[in-house]
């Protein structure tokens, strides 16, 4: 204000009625210190408004001239500041009386104060609105509520009362300060609950106040007065909608009488937001403009605005069903408005076949943004109302499941799938079809596929793309639980041409999801980085957070795997704020396991302290796949921290979430940590090790492979047998390298002990030897290298299984044609050593030469 008028000549503060623009006048007046011409009320007295400004201005009046020759005569000559308070129902006498004297005053300036500005050119307009209600107007109402009750309690209960009833008056001053003028007989949540009939409640008590301050119900019908017939009819029409509405859903409400909503605005009857283009009638003008409507007239309103939600309904679902960045943005800015007449058709039981048809298009609307728990809510109030046709039945079974609870969610959906069927609906059976097999591939994933497989089958024989592309990537999420990354993949390429069609930001995020998760796992941590920022960045760019936590998750893991712990830490902290606003299907789990995830490399006791956490969130929920991540870590945590029988315990919790989805790659690394758990507990379970290096060999899980080799050279310390485990550690560090990662926690911890053993039990020389000969084994060849270093296991005298893997590995290689020498050097041992084995074995399978050999093999072996 004080910058206004350090600039302009003529500033007009503009707001509904109670908003304080009089005192907002007053005091920015008496701040800049100037002595003001005159403070003209014109709201209180009667007479024209010339006489009123001319005998506050302290100026006697001439029988020759009119009152505004001679106000003109006598501040023509004058500075200041002249402010006209209350201008609204003289507005027309007021701007001709602002104008003369912006024209022949050059040294008066004019503040108004209006409820509609004075429409004059060059006129500087300032909107005021209500208080903060969990601000200023908290602390305004508090502050006069102790004025009348000075033992008004203190604590959160009376501060929270305080905004609650400040959300309902809109912050308005003046509706606070009668609320709290209740304070000196009534406690707070009594106001609070009164607040139910707030026009009738606030009523003042001072006998001097204006007659628009006397009461919150004066003060509106001030305002309305300033309007006519027409503009009251839309009024009370646009009070059916609570809330935020653009200018289609106004017109629509208002039968398309678009001057009478421009007059409302002006008259501050309905607030305007240029930034957000959208409209709102304060909650307390609501309620005086829902008095105004007649039964027969609220019933045509509510018509109105339920036709048209379907109708934008409607248009937005093919839209939605590719993810349109600017379709969502228009629902989005339309939520309060498209609620309100969901809500308002299931009060009235009226226009509720509408209702069901725009909840079935929106289910995207509002699982694309994150808000499942709203749209849930929708469908089950419409859902009560009538029978739910297919359509219908999907949307609610969609957002249950969306909205985290699956067990509701499974159930509604083959509920949605039976509907479909009866009715011959094949496309909302395949899209209740995939529902089903998301709920149960949580607990089943194998158990789900044969569902999600039937469920890409229906929706590519009926055309619908999103169908399809959903089930495929679900069925490869399904996998992915399973540690079947190859088939995870050959799912998401499947997907990849409807993906192409439908180009839709969310499903491009799970794709990227997919890949990153496979990436991670196998140590292809660059190609994990790259498809998770890509997900995120997709994912978020809509509002969805499901998609955004899949994306993110294998992102963190790259990241701490690669030895970025304080980016990963910076990557979630950031990303934590947007899942606060943006809640959803396992959301809450997966931040608390990605917290784990970015805890792992840090001190031991509070990674710990994380890990226990996400595993009682993953448990608590019903989601083994975070379940046995969280296991792992808690394990591991507890292994550094020197509970042994702690980090056994979370093994073989590991163990059981592990198959409970099926996934070998988390029981080998669960049997890996139980056997480093063992060693220190006197029981290593050293044949469950070397079973799980190799298995995880075979799927490819390099970095479980590299932890492997650790683990067993840790068991080939305990046996005595120090260069083999320098040769195996040797082989960890060269595949880490490759990867281009840190040690694992796990690792780290088993180095801290079996690195010194190793080096004090051999020399420098050979310790270096053994080294550089274990740093030239690949992962195959180490993982070899590993199972003939086990040492002596019972075996029969003769016959195939009585070969030691080392002799198995010799008559492998003799059978592709090696000499001695050649088997040797693949095997880390002599030519000699060779034939000794060669002789051990010609006399267990009874053979007699090499080519006697290789054809038992190749029999063998076929």
Known sequence: MRRLLAGERLVTVVGPGGCGKTRLAAETVAGNGVAPLSFVELAAGQGPVDDRVLAACGVRDDPGRTARERLLEVLAGRTGLLVLDNCEHVRDDAAALARDLLRHCPGVRVLATSRVDLGLPGEAVLPLGGLDPDGEAAALLLDRARQVQPRLPGGSATESAAREICRLLDGLPLAIELAAAHARSLPLPAIREAMGDRLGFLVGRDPTALPQHRSLAASIGWSVELVGPAERQALAALSVIEGRFG?????????????????????????????????????????????LLADDARAAAGNRLIGWTAAVAAGARPGLEHGDVAVLRRIAADDDAIGSALRGAVRSGRGLDAAARAVADLA????????????????EEVCATVDPPPP???????????????????????????????????????????????????????????????????????????????????????????????????????????????????????????????????GQYAGAVAHGEEGRALAMSVGEPVSAVGAVLPLLHALVATGRADRAAAELAAFRSFLVTHPGLGTDTALTLGLAVVAAPGPAA???????????????????????????????????????????????????????????????????????????????????????????????????????????????????????????????????DALGAVPSPLAARLRETDGPAVAAALGGAELAA???????????????????????????????????????????????GLTNHGVGEQLLITAGTVRTHLRSVFAKLGVANRAELAAAWSRQDA
């Open 364 to 379: 995207f609307a509002w699982s694309l943004r994150g808000r499942c728990a709203l749209g849930r809510t929708h469908a």
């Open 606 to 736: 509070p990674a710990g302290i994380a890990a226990a956490r996400a595993l009682t969130a993953a448990t608590d929920e019903g989601t083994p796949a975070f379940a046995v991540q969280a296991a792992l870590l808690q394990g591991t945590a507890r292994l550094r921290d020197a509970d042994a029988a702690g980090a056994a315990a979370a093994a073989a919790e590991a163990q059981r979430w592990a198959g409970v989805v099926g996934d070998p790659g988390a029981r080998c690394a669960a049997a890996l940590l139980g056997c480093a758990a063992g060693r220190e507990l006197g029981a290593p379970r050293a044949e469950e090790a070397h079973e799980a290096l190799a298995t995880a060999a075979e799927l490819r899980l390099l970095p479980v492979v590299a932890d492997g080799l650790d683990v067993v050279a840790g068991l080939a310390v305990d046996a005595g047998r120090p260069r083999p485990a320098a040769r195996l550690q040797a082989a960890a560090d060269r595949l880490r």
């Open 247 to 291: 200018l289609d859903a106004a017109l629509a409400v208002a039968d398309g009488d678009r001057a009478a909503l421009e007059h409302l605005v002006d008259v501050s009857l309905v607030q305007y937001d240029a930034v957000d283009g959208r409209y709102l009638v304060l909650e307390t003008v609501r309620e005086y403009a829902g008095r």
């Open 392 to 522: 219908l039945a999907w949307a609610r079974a969609f957002l249950t499941v969306y909205s985290g609870d699956l067990e509701a969610g499974l159930a509604l959906a083959e509920d949605a799938a039976a509907r479909a069927a009866a009715a011959g609906d094949d496309r909302t059976l395949g899209r209740a079809l995939i529902l089903t097999g998301m709920a149960l591939g949580f607990v089943d994933p194998a158990g789900a596929e044969p569902l999600l497989t039937e469920a890409a089958e229906r929706a590519a024989r009926v055309g619908d793309d999103w169908g399809t592309v959903e089930a495929l990537q679900v069925l490869a999420y399904a996998r992915l639980f399973r540690g079947d990354h190859a088939g995870a993949l050959r799912a998401a390429d499947e997907a990849l041409p409807g993906l192409a069609r439908l180009e839709h930001p969310q499903l491009r995020a799970w794709d990227a999801a997919i890949r990153a998760t496979a990436a991670a796992a196998q």
């Open 770 to 816: 053994a080294r550089r000969e274990g740093a030239a084994l690949d992962a195959a060849t180490a993982v070899a290298y590993a199972g003939r270093a086990r040492g002596r296991r019972g075996r029969p005298a003769s016959g195939w299984e009585s070969l030691t893997p080392t002799e198995r590995d010799v008559v492998a290689l003799v059978a592709r």
